[in-house]
């Protein structure tokens, strides 16, 4: 293929950089561990914490009329990690799953005082951009 090693030449692809094992799964399966270490979603250990999360997400889906291939999140290993130390690199979806987490953790922070959800809305408005922009 002409050009085909020529870096100028590539397109990013949303769909993979984003929402297939992207940033923007990491992202979010960082900002649930982030949310349940803070104690937002109640007090427990990270294991129910996330059971909590997944219970409010699917509310927040159910009232938006959303549906979703995400099962449940009881236990880091349904995030990708593989200890409590572990870095989280899954929401156990699918790729269009990532957009409605992000919605779910977005409305869910806005009711939330405090430099998680201060933080959160920083990082998320410059991925945003990132997403419009493109190449």
């Not at 690199?89 to 977005?106: E, P």
């Amino acid at each position: 293929m002409p050009d085909g090693l020529n870096p100028e030449k590539a397109i990013i692809d949303i769909a993979h950089t984003f929402h297939i094992k992207g940033i923007g799964v990491d992202f979010c399966a960082s900002a649930l561990v982030l949310c349940a270490r803070k104690g937002l979603f109640g007090p427990g250990k990270l294991d129910s914490q996330l059971e909590k999360a997944y219970g409010l997400f699917m509310d927040y889906c159910q009232a938006r009329g959303k549906t979703t291939s995400i099962r449940h999140w009881n236990s880091i290993r349904e995030l990708g990690m593989t200890s409590q130390k572990d870095f989280p690199t899954s929401i156990s979806g699918k790729g269009f799953d990532t957009a409605i987490v992000c919605g779910f953790l977005g409305e869910f922070l806005a009711e939330q005082e405090g430099p998680v959800s201060k933080a959160w809305f920083s990082t998320y408005k410059y991925v945003s951009i990132l997403t419009i922009l493109g190449p």
